[in-house]
């Protein structure tokens, strides 16, 4: 089992920042990558980015590239999105999940998940 602890989320301003934090525990040895995703109201999980735990390796999808950044700290456990000129249409409740195996960017690839964290950017 990979436990995962999501913080950081909040109500920011359209062009604000925020960064949200996810501390793993557990059979952490078995995570091949960590991911964040998003879900707004009426809508279906997306991917937003992921980072290899052992080689510099990141994706992103194309909407949060140059915005967002992800990366990670091993010995901490512990992977970040910082997330910069955030604009309405990130709203959404943030997720960080555990990944076995890649490909990186697929919802059903992910096994651990965290309860998420919401994110409101207003206009």
């Known amino acids: 089992q990979v436990q995962l602890v999501e913080s950081g989320g909040g109500l920011v301003q359209a062009g604000g920042s925020l960064r949200l934090s996810c501390a793993a525990s557990?059979?952490?040895?078995?995570?091949?990558?960590m991911g964040w995703f998003r879900q707004a109201p009426g809508k279906e999980r997306e991917f937003v980015a992921a980072?290899?735990?052992?080689?510099?390796?990141?994706s992103y999808t194309d909407s949060v590239k140059g915005r967002f950044t992800i990366s990670r700290d091993n010995a901490k456990n512990t992977v970040y999105l910082q997330m910069n000129n955030l604009k309405p249409e990130d709203t959404a409740v943030y997720y960080c999940?555990?990944?076995?195996?890649?490909?990186?960017?697929?919802?059903?690839?992910?096994?651990?998940w965290g309860q998420g964290t919401q994110v409101t950017v207003s206009s």
């Open positions: 999940a555990s990944t076995p195996l890649g490909p990186l960017g697929v919802v059903g690839r992910y096994n651990y």
């Open positions: 557990g059979r952490t040895f078995s995570s091949y990558a």
């Open positions: 980072i290899r735990w052992s080689i510099t390796m990141t």
